[in-house]
């Protein structure tokens, strides 16, 4: 059983920044892609950001030059830093990790979310 936890939502002004944390738990053998995903209300789920295990990134079009995101392959803990944020920017938050099991089976698993408002 993998688990994800994040953390590092809430209420921030326009302009402000804000970091997110995921840290992923259980039997895992390596970790593929890790990404952020968000939701605003009344939208569909949409890639933010990702990174694979070799480090390359892809971006969001919306968020490039703002956000950055990062990982710790030791700790298995993904990060996102929010830059110059704006109302747009409010959503739910969730990490994705695509992992190998210890059967070196792939897999993919998601957090349960973390709510950032983005106040005007």
């Known amino acids: 059983q993998v688990q994800l936890v994040e953390s590092g939502g809430g209420l921030v002004q326009a302009g402000g920044s804000l970091r997110l944390s995921c840290a992923a738990s259980g039997s895992i053998r390596s970790i593929d892609t890790m990404a952020w995903y968000r939701q605003a209300p009344g939208k569909q789920r949409d890639l933010v950001a990702s990174m694979t295990s070799g480090g390359n990134t892809n971006y969001a079009d919306s968020v490039k030059g703002r956000f950055t995101i990062s990982r710790d392959n030791t700790k298995n803990t993904m990060y996102l830093q929010m830059n110059s944020l704006s109302p747009n920017d409010t959503a739910v938050y969730y990490c994705?990790?695509?992992?190998?099991?210890?059967?070196?089976?792939?897999?993919?698993?998601w957090g349960q979310g973390t709510h950032v408002t983005v106040s005007s």
């Open positions: 994705n990790i695509n992992y190998r099991n210890v059967a070196y089976r792939l897999l993919e698993v």
